[in-house]
């Protein structure tokens, strides 16, 4: 069964402390992984798209970075305002009736000043 | 504005009620897709379209739900005989094509009393 699975599931810092989440995966095939935000009360914002092993992206103080079991969120020196859920997801190569898209559960992150 | 757009933002509705939601999707994507998500969970796949081919459902999907995309527009979600586990978020996101980052609404949040 295709799985996406995020850790921690909550997420607490000082501002300007790093750290990185976690999104491992169990798939039969992947076509991509997405990241996204989302604030409460609000839908998903798309954040990056990483298709292959070993490729990163970066904006502002997040970089995310792909291997073949899983991706990595790295928050660099975060302030209050990167305070949110951040979600995983999975195109996966064949989808039929569970869609192509798969989420994981988010890690809720808190930045305190 | 040129986003995706939903509506309505909250319904609440007495069980066995049936229930409309609509959703406008950015003009240019051919692909549509309904979520839902209940606190603390991912989206969860219910259908999507292209253009307006409804192309898969999830199996989970009661028979009580049903989706429109006429003309390749917009889409309305129906619920009819609510339950109090309809309960939940109801979320619309467009693509521009296969494998191309998804955008969400912000979501209709569903209440079944």
């Known amino acids: 069964e295709d799985q996406v699975t995020q850790s921690p599931e909550a997420l607490r810092l000082q501002e300007g402390e790093s750290s990185s989440l976690n999104c491992s995966y169990t798939v039969s095939g992947l076509r991509g992984l997405f990241w996204y935000r989302q604030d409460p009360g609000k839908g998903p914002e798309f954040l990056f798209t990483l298709y292959s092993a070993g490729e990163e992206k970066e904006k502002e103080r997040l970089k995310a970075t792909l291997t073949k079991k899983e991706s990595f969120l790295h928050i660099t020196a975060p302030k209050p305002e990167d305070s949110a859920t951040y979600l995983c997801?999975?195109?996966?190569?064949?989808?039929?009736?569970?869609?192509?898209?798969?989420f994981g559960k988010g890690t809720k992150l808190s930045v305190k000043p | 504005d040129t986003g995706v757009s939903q509506d309505p933002r909250h319904k609440i509705t007495k069980r066995g009620q049936n229930v409309t939601f609509r959703c406008d999707p950015i003009?240019?994507?051919?692909?549509l897709y309904w979520y839902r998500q209940t606190l603390g969970q991912g989206p969860e796949f219910l259908t999507y379209?292209?253009?307006?081919?409804?192309?898969?459902k999830s199996r989970l999907l009661s028979d009580r739900f049903s989706a429109e995309r006429p003309k390749g527009s917009f889409s309305t979600l129906e619920i009819q005989r609510t339950e109090q586990g309809d309960s939940a978020m109801y979320l619309c996101?467009?693509?521009?094509?296969?494998?191309?980052?998804?955008?969400f609404g912000n979501g209709t949040r569903l209440t079944v009393t």
């Open positions: 379209f292209q253009n307006e081919a409804q192309l898969e």
């Open positions: 003009s240019e994507h051919n692909r």
């Open positions: 997801a999975v195109y996966l190569l064949y989808g039929g009736s569970q869609g192509n898209l798969i």
């Open positions: 996101a467009s693509s521009f094509r296969d494998n191309s980052p998804l955008h």
